[in-house]
């Protein structure tokens, strides 16, 4: 450590640190417009100036490290005469309307031109004006506000990795502007308003709607993606305006598709009270005759139930209750995206935390496209790649990430096997082995050169592997990760203290749900199959959409042409066409609860936002269904229940302590005895399926926010993509094609991209491509020339 004096008080900090750092480390006020934790530094602003004893003049604190035994002056009559000359040249070209600057309140300028500002300006020449640019459909710019502190740029660059945004000239010319005018297409756009310090950058949304004294602020967790950040519901009344990062959470952003799903808590998609099926159309009742009809469908019935996985952990407890109290032999299903519901040798969720991931020698991406399934963390990797580190990937599409990617290889999903077996020779050849290589080795005839990117990862001292949704989705996935399981144990990757084994899942507390619902858990694919063979009754939805998300949609329209549908949830999402009852649960940001994130950390949402209508939290409905339904009612109260998610989940106990909670950290289920070697493929059609996430598409929230849908019509994709040499061999051109698989024949757009793999069917677009999400292979035909 190195010890230095800040007006006269020693202390401690981390060698490198710099002086700016240090005060801001110790309570000690330093002004500063330029700087930002999660940046580089710039030292343009020159507003952090301090005295340093032995200097001839004043430093840029936010530049210069700290020495040992350095002594600091951060107040003194030369530096308050510094700020005010600062403040001064800042103010010249700023225009005076504070009062209609949606900054305002809440404004660095505002507050360090009271502070360090002189009481009136000497400046009489004309103002100049700037011309303000098109940033995308998130945010306003009033650039001639600007202070050219650049962190918009550098934003740009280092974190959104875009590099749209830019300066133009120099001196009293100087600009920022957008390179190319409407390109702002980075998912993490909305931050850009968090970070400018004055009015420049607004957020478009809410821009002269409301002002920062106005509103009440609820603490909650984005459940949008497994990331689950700490979020700041900013709201007037019962509307909420804006959601933000909480300051001093692991990540210090959100993205956009957390930080916009607002408008969809006001949409017409909500459901706000309870409703029946009448005469084709759903009418609201109350709730007592809503739950006469769901006992007239449930009561003595075969029942399967499926549920999203973004309930808080008391909801998804409280759908076990219900189930094991009155439906004991009921179906469970809870992952739109997985078919193969065998045991995972390492399940859902990640060993490290995203800043372990980022500090592992090795990276590897294998099929997932992070920049739309998990934008922070996709973030984290482009801080590796500034700092040299390297990122590799293999998958079925070279998905944009804005980074320079160090090895990539694409592949058919049919390669997987023998990627691994070829990685898993060169590991063996290198000394390294696991009981089991030889059985899994035998099982793939084939070899595939990417095994080698695999391999040479995996000889670091630490490597991370992020298991995508091409494989946790493959129809031998078990067998996949089983492989996967091997090669990490054999390269010592798999011990406490260094696993790097991350099976990236489908949405929030896949710890958890693999303890409480994995002795019941089945495919929801199997589940459909179920009802559609006459083995169902009925089927009870809880804020889920298999009809607009997953891999299932077909298979769920069969099943629900053959048994009735009771759905439960905030969003009436594509799947409430179907129902014949509706009951109104509380969203997110109405509950208190407590949520876990892909890491394992535990998060719990406080003082939720007034619900809109009758939702109530989504334990009470499941005690009030066991009520109606005849059943012993298992708990009361939010106590009882939380008492009842620690007798099932131990590792919980400390979950609701304020002391306890932070260190809190779930590690995901393990299944050592899970062992499976890769079965023999038959593939009756020659193309494989890979369906696409979007991040503005997926999800019952996403599609019911107009901000988001607006979003999504940006740059936009073909319904289908294919590489040319997959049309080339088979003699077609783009266009309007037909696609033949199990399901029949559909006719679909196809367009080309380079980027995927040859033999790949990619489904970008969900429209009336989404029904081919059920395939795994399919072929083309029609569109010759």
Known sequence: MTSLFINDQEVEVTPG?????????????????CYHPELSVAANCRMCLVEVEGWPKPAASCCTPVSEGMKVKTQTESLKKDRQMVMEYLLIHHPLDCPVCDQGGSCKLQDYALDHGASKGRYAEPKRAVVNYELGPF??????????CTRCVRFADEVAGTGDIGILNRSDHMSIAGIVEEALESELSGNLPDICPVGALLDKPSHDVSRPWEMSHHKSTCTQCPNGCDIHIESRGDEVMRIRPIAGSPEPWICDRGRYVYDAFRSDARILEPAVRRDGELQSVGWDEAFDRVVSLLKDKRVGILFSPDWSVEGHTAIRMMRDTLFPDAKVAFDLHRRDMRPFAFEEGLSMTTAQIEAADQVVVLGSDLRQRLPLLMQRLRKRGHAGKPVS?????????????????????RDWPAVIARAMEQVRDLGKTAAGFDAWLAAVPARHEAGKILADALMAESCALLVGEEIRSDNDAAALISGLD???????????GSDGRNLIPEGMSAQILSSVFADVRVSAGDLFAAAGAGELDAIVVVGSDPLGDGLFPTA??????KVPLIQIGSIAGRIGERAEV???AAAYSETEGTFVNMEGRVRVATNPIRSLGQERPLWKVMMRLVQVMGGEVPVVSLDELRAAIVARVPELAGAWSATEQDKLLLAPRRNRTSSFTPSKQKHAFDLDV??????????????????LSEAAMLHCLDDLLVHPDTLAEAGLQPGEMVVRSFLGETACHVGVREDVSPGVLFVSRRGVAGALSDLDVASLAGGQS
């Open 17 to 33: 640190t710099s002086i700016l750092e240090a005060c801001r480390q110790n309570d000690f006020d330093v002004p500063y417009f």
């Open 139 to 148: 945010v306003n710019t009033c650039m001639t506000r600007c202070i050219h």
């Open 393 to 413: 990937r293999i998958g079925a599409m070279n998905y944009r990430t804005n980074m320079e990617i160090s090895n990539d290889a694409i592949i058919r999903p």
């Open 486 to 496: 091997l090669l990490m144990r054999a390269c010592g990757h798999a011990e406490t």
């Open 556 to 561: 769920a329209t069969a099943a629900l042409d």
């Open 582 to 584: 509706q009951l109104p």
């Open 690 to 707: 890979v369906s696409r996430y979007s991040m503005y598409r997926e999800g019952m929230w996403v599609r019911a926010s107009k901000l």
